[in-house]
């Protein structure tokens, strides 16, 4: 008897590299989100029967299969290799925050999972959030990422939608 392929004419990202990966609590799945995807470069998986995306997805731990998003993109795009390489999911506000670097300084920007909309707070600190890897603190309602150009621990209030800089230590090395 042939094995029969369950996973045959459905679709997955287009080979993630940096990327956003949250879990998303209420809905017992994650979602993946570009920076990068080899498939704009012109690189498939090579999985038979399966549709490779250059779009976010969410992949259901139930089903073990992805899903396509019912939002775009954020209003300057995703921003690819340089643009906002990591975020979290908020659980309180059912949201995505993911820091990007923008021209004329970083951006918080918010995807609401509610809603589908996406929303972009200022930050106005000197470009370096992308490649920050941000944690959060459900519990404090904040939001923390070192900025190594400011050699400084940033603090995003979720309620507020301010920061506090926190120097960090004089013997201290961010990462480059």
Known sequence: RRRRDLHAGSWQPGRPDTVLWVYDSKR?????????????????????????LP??????????????VAFGPPPRGYGGDEGASFGVYDPVTDSVYRVR???SGNVMEILSLKTNRWSVDSIGLPPSGNREQQAIDVQGRSIYFINRYLKSLVRYSIGRGSIDVISLPRQAEPPQ
Do not use: H, K
């Open 28 to 52: 017992d799945r994650a979602l993946v989100m570009p920076g990068f995807y080899f498939i704009t470069e012109g690189e498939g998986s090579q999985c038979p029967g399966v549709t490779d």
């Open 55 to 68: 779009d976010p997805m969410f992949f259901d731990f139930a089903t073990n299969r992805w899903q396509r």
């Open 101 to 103: 670097s923008g021209d």
